[in-house]
């Protein structure tokens, strides 16, 4: 069965680092466009950052130049590397693969700033 699995999430201090990892299982990973969206308590899930199969790359404005998305076809693997991070940040975040009309969700990884 394809699926996508997040992992990576934690406590971290305002300005610090994170490295969020989306382990694929299956087969036709490198056919997949591959996005990381995040949802806040009492907001809307929105996307983050955008990785295509060519590794065309796209982020939500706030983000841009603090997260980096990447993809390793070898390992099956899509991380987002987040640095300076602001109080805006903290959120689940959600891998998402999409092929056609085919959409994977992973359960989401908890992202959250010490105070």
């Known amino acids: 069965q394809v699926q996508v699995a997040e992992s990576g999430g934690g406590l971290v201090q305002p300005g610090g680092a994170l490295r969020l990892s989306c382990a694929y299982s299956?087969?036709?990973?490198?056919?997949?466009?591959m996005n990381w969206y995040r949802q806040a308590p009492g907001k809307q899930r929105e996307l983050v950052a955008t990785?295509?199969?060519?590794?065309?790359?796209n982020y939500e404005d706030s983000v841009k130049g603090r997260f980096t998305i990447s993809r390793d076809v070898d390992r099956n693997t899509v991380y987002l590397q987040m640095n300076m991070l602001e109080p805006e940040d903290p959120a689940v975040y959600y891998c998402?693969?999409?092929?056609?009309?085919?959409?994977?969700w992973g359960l989401g990884t908890q992202v959250t700033l010490s105070s």
């Open positions: 990785i295509t199969t060519e590794g065309s790359t």
């Open positions: 998402n693969g999409q092929l056609g009309n085919i959409e994977l």
């Open positions: 299956g087969s036709a990973f490198s056919h997949y466009t």
